[in-house]
């Protein structure tokens, strides 16, 4: 046999036990037999890399690290579903559904609605070429280089009468039990473990360098067809059973319905099967079988109408309170923590938990000791939902909110009209708004510095290595090798880290500065509205209070960082350590006219939600023609709060401005129309 022949046949085999094991959980060989054959394959290509092509199972190790990921426009846009959470509700979309279409009832497909990552697969010719983010649903990002490296993927389809091109669509995410061993390891090694699998696998897909992402357990359900060349099939569960028989992995609880009542009793079956499943779901996805069907009822403005997601209740666990404490975070703020006796709810071990501020407290009546009903929905932060005061111990007194701060013992005041408590020493002068105020600064969407958690943070304070941001960029690697866990190798990485750093956008650095109530949609508008950072620092109120999404208040809070003497210097050692960003093109403060039924609404969201979150419901709300603000005032039409809700739900009562709970704000994004009856 050639060489050449000998690589076929290895790559053959390869791709046939990696099938095996990560689609059909089923391996043919063992571990060790499979290693022998992947360093065969690697000896020959390494003697001949003219010979390496991109379906070869050598592409699954990673490539070289990328500066940034490229940006993908999908030919046709990844929609988001409407939600429901009560039977009826299905019921009347089901009905609604019929109706439109003129028959008597309508077949549905269910599956489990896995709490991951949606991406796009693009074959051509079989051969996977690009994988993308959904991002906006318009615009995503190429993570091409780190979905190859998931053996789940395939990288060629097999079988035949494969579509010249073909977009698959489906979920990325973390197995529970691999998650937990993942974890598990990190913790002994010294790393920082990922903070829940929804949140490690959108993590892993974000890392530059493709090597990191190999070593991460993802996997991933394909659930639909984006579009192909020269096939029609004519159902969703044809699709399916087309994607398995080309290699592609489908999720085994599929199920097709043939009416509403039946999906019902899918999901409710389902979800007495939900702690076995082996990962994390929110619900289910419902859509109409026949896709004839589904092109006759079309789409709104971003959500398809034959489709919909029920969405479980949040999980709920019983648990006791072992006390309660203060946290204090970047911009001062003292937030009281539960801390917990440990429980599993919704996919996690939960230890501690928000109560949001001294109002939520009084409201709840927490107290050290109480058995409480903890609740955790996808990604949000694990909350106290009630307590079972019928089971307190006799003897228990109320929290009260500590004089002193507890990082630094400063005063703690708290304003009549924000339910929100802060420590009044400046941020340098206290360690805790210090080290929140540094995370801050190196988080993703800020400077995004590879290798900077919060663990290392709290060391180089408690260092005294690092007083302010400007520090960070002085450290060396001498340094940085004489800290706890950290060895040279991670000395040099996070060295290299901060220099790559150095070169970022004007909205990033605005944004990583922590001004209090500027996020980074804001900070975007900010750099727009000025163009550079001496522009922004010589704007008066007016100007700012001109920048769209930025009212009185947050142009007082920006206004009051800029003229501050110790920030104008901390801005110029920046500067002096070799921080850049190109100038950006001033953006007339005008807004754009919106389209949409909700345009000339401005819409408010404060507190936590708990089925969408913030950012999925601002975008919802801005395609359809709403503005967003992250202020009330006299010209906001609605706000939307949630628990923990503080001074943008007082201001909204005190201006008798409409306040909604999140389930309205559901009702109106599914049918923009019922905000008429509000």
Known sequence: MTTAARLSELRSQLEQYNHSYHVLDAPQVSDAQYDLLFDELLEIEA???????EDSPSQRVGAAPLDQFASVTHKRAMLSLGKCTQEQELLDWAQGLAKRLEVPEVALTCEPKIDGVAVALLYRDGVLVQAATRGDGSTGEDITANVKTIRSVPLRLQGSNIPSELEVRGEIYLPLADFRRFNQAAEAAGDKPMVNPRNGAAGSLRQLDSKLTATRPLTMFCYSLGWAQDWEPSSQAEVMEQFAAWGLRTNPALQR???AQACFAYIEQLQHQRADLGYEIDGVVIKVDSLEQQHTLGVRTRTPR???AFKYPAEEATTY????EFQVGRTGAVTPVARLQPVFVGGVTVSNATLHNMDEVERLDVRKGDRVIVRRAGDVIPQVA????D??????RKVKLPDGCPSCGSKIVRTEDEAVARCSAPAQACPAQRKEGLKHFASRLALDIEGLGDKLVEQLVEAELVAD???LFALTVEQLAGLERMGEKSATNLVAALEQSKNTTLARFIYALGVREVGEATAQNLASAFGSLAGLLAADL???EAVPDVGPIVAAHVFAFIGEPKNQALLQRLVDAGLQWPDVPIVNAAEPEAAGPLAGQTWVLTGTLEVMARGDAKQALQALGAKVAGSVSKKTTYVVAGPGAGSKLAKAEALEVTVLDEATLLAVLDDPSKVLEL
Not at 321 to 324: D, R
Not at 386 to 389: K, L, P
């Open 257 to 259: 319905v043939t009416n």
């Open 469 to 471: 941001a400007s520090d």
């Open 306 to 308: 034959w489709a919909i």
């Open 47 to 53: 003697a001949h890399p003219e010979w390496v092509t």
């Open 321 to 324: 309170i072992e006390a309660v």
């Open 386 to 389: 009630r307590v079972i005061s």
């Open 391 to 396: 089971k307190r111990a006799p003897g228990t």
């Open 542 to 544: 007016e100007a700012l």
